[in-house]
């Protein structure tokens, strides 16, 4: 493949290449590009979100590229300002180490982790941790206060009068200079990560090297619009199982479904109009929940989720989303718990819990406890709430009375919507 031909591969689905002729000429120098990406793991599950990213730096691999993930373990500690409101709270080396054995799983499923001239995982404590003194004020004195508070989640919170803790103005270096041990030709992120990868570009040349090229994909928001978030329950994690995720993107709002099809999806803009005009809202989702759900359920990801990918599922393309039988089991085993739930029914697969006999009192237990040690509330508050609002079900029965207490002498079917089950069972 040309320069120009990798690049306008490159191109698509980029917000912004900075500078585009830089990349262009390290395209055309034939030399492997290092591409780096870094993730903080403050929270243990990789979303498709994150996706959007890694799917792009599976194209430089495909294109014989090295991608190198970095861990950001050290940083995760700090916390990235980056579109906060207030400061994150830090979390211990340890707690940063655990969720990251999570994370290096998870990127396996999209990016090809087997080639070790294509993919290296390093953690930033190698070089952070010891740090000196001296180093931190070399790379402090790159930027200007004034410099820092142009950053919009900076300028808004001190406008505002939120606190901005020092160790923040820290962050962008630390990543910065993440750069530098590994010699990073590219650094990709999200629109959010604009000025930190801008300041890793002042940090290489600091110290002596060629500057990294920075490329910003668009950022994926919850199926609602808002920030995606376990909490908004907007949240699809690439290890899901495929039922949850086949259910997620058919409950993504109307207005985002396009977003969703340009930034999960390789159709092209042609297709993704012919799915939504044709297909109609249900039949588009029903492609996109195929199409995504198929390709999470397998251990690595195909090259191309594309009208190629949907028809080696087994569903017609022609069809455009209205009913057909696929071949694909794990996606028709999807497809069918999601119209069984969505025409009322309880699903004969679902996640089980066991409940151990210290937690009942005389055989029962209060309904409220029950389905928060059932991960179905967060708390017992919450789900005395929910019963008040007739949101949850026993055994396929309303719920109305938050002070009830359950026999737990068979296995007994929790319910919160119509779409969320946990089977409990006694030990």
């Known amino acids: 493949m040309t320069a120009e031909e990798a690049l306008r591969l490159l191109r698509i689905g980029a917000v912004e290449i900075i500078p585009q002729e830089d990349l262009f000429k390290k395209l055309q120098s034939e030399k492997k590009l290092t591409v780096k990406l870094g993730l903080d793991p403050t929270r243990p599950d990789i979303h498709i979100g994150h996706a959007v990213v890694l799917r792009k730096m599976r194209q430089f691999q ?18 990235d300002p980056s579109g906060r409101s207030k400061t994150r709270p830090p979390l211990t080396l340890e707690e940063t180490r655990a969720n990251a054995k999570s994370y290096v799983e998870q990127v396996g499923k999209i990016l090809i982790t087997s080639d070790k001239e294509r993919f290296e995982l390093r953690y930033n ?5 010891n740090l000196g003194f001296k180093e931190v004020i070399k790379l402090t004195s790159l930027l200007t206060v004034a410099q820092m508070l142009e950053r919009e989640d900076f300028k808004k919170r001190y406008s505002e009068g939120v606190p901005i803790s020092i160790h923040e103005f820290l962050y962008p270096f630390a990543q910065g200079y993440d750069s530098v041990p590994i010699a990073c030709d590219v650094e990709m992120g999200g629109t959010d990560q604009k000025f ?12 002596g090297l060629e500057k ?14 808002q920030k995606m978030s376990k909490s908004l329950d907007n949240y699809i994690g690439i290890t899901e199982e495929p039922s949850e995720v086949f259910r997620k993107l058919m409950k993504i709002e109307d207005p985002y479904l396009q977003t969703y099809f340009e930034l999960c999806t390789d159709l092209t803009p042609e297709e993704i109009k012919e799915v939504m005009e044709k297909g109609g809202p249900v039949g588009a989702h029903r492609v996109l929940a195929r199409l995504v759900a198929g390709a999470y359920a397998q251990e690595l990801i195909p090259s191309r989720l594309d009208k190629a990918f949907y028809q080696s599922l087994g569903y017609s393309w022609d069809a455009h989303g209205h009913d057909q039988e696929g071949t694909a089991p794990v996606v028709q085993q999807a497809e069918a718990r999601y ?6 029914g309880i699903p004969n697969e679902m996640p089980e819990v066991t409940l151990h006999p210290g937690e009942l009192h005389e055989g029962k237990i209060a309904i409220a406890r029950l389905f928060t040690l059932a991960g179905l509330t967060a708390s017992n508050g919450e789900a005395r709430r929910l019963i008040e609002q007739k949101g949850l079900r026993l055994d396929g029965e309303v719920l109305f009375d938050p002070k009830m207490e359950v026999a737990l002498d068979r296995p007994r079917v929790l319910q919160r919507g119509k779409d969320r089950f946990v089977r409990v069972v006694p030990d």
Request: aromatic share 10%; glycine share 14%; charged share 20%.
């Open 125 to 129: 404590s190698e070089w952070l941790e």
């Open 62 to 79: 495909e294109l014989g590229h090295k991608v190198v993930l970095i861990i950001g373990d050290f940083t995760a500690m700090i916390g």
């Open 212 to 225: 990294q090229v920075a490329f910003i994909m668009p950022l994926l928001v919850g199926g609602d619009g």
């Open 196 to 207: 930190n990868l801008l300041v890793g570009r002042e940090v290489q040349e600091a110290y």
């Open 339 to 344: 119209y069984e739930i969505a025409h009322g």
